[in-house]
């Protein structure tokens, strides 16, 4: 007699419901019986960011989405001039102007898309 493998209870309380590239990341929207909660992946990156929290509706989880997706991309092209600038491919003034930009540029951007989104 064979035994079937049960699946495992994440995969039972969850369903893909909505799944959307944005700006190079994909969204994924899951539900779950209290609602709505969201990952966001990279291409060829095997980790998801999210926020774990639980959204009354679709829309509500998929603007905290690209919120997360836009906030990551800062944090990480910010990340990313500092490492060029340890590394010795930057030096002080272009890792100075580098982060001027992301800072005067991508933050005010973000923080005006976050509200048009609410």
């Keep these: 007699m064979s035994r079937l493998a049960l699946p495992s209870p994440l995969a039972i309380s969850t369903l893909t419901m909505f ?4 700006h190079g990341w ?7 019986a209290e609602g709505y909660i969201f990952n ?3 291409p ?3 980790l998801a960011v999210s926020d ?3 959204y009354p509706t679709l829309f509500s ?3 905290a989405a690209k919120r997360r997706a ?21 030096n002080f003034e272009e890792f100075q102007t580098l982060e001027e930009l992301i800072n ?15």
């Design 19 to 22: 799944e959307e590239k944005y």
């Design 26 to 32: 994909l969204i994924e929207i899951l539900t779950d």
């Design 40 to 42: 966001c992946w990279l």
């Design 44 to 46: 060829g990156c095997r």
């Design 52 to 54: 774990r929290q639980n």
């Design 61 to 63: 989880a998929r603007t």
């Design 70 to 90: 836009d906030r990551e991309s800062v944090k990480w092209a910010l990340q990313h001039c500092y490492q060029t600038y340890r590394q010795g491919n930057l």
């Design 104 to 118: 005067q540029t991508l933050l005010p951007n973000l923080e005006a898309n976050l509200e048009q989104r609410v």
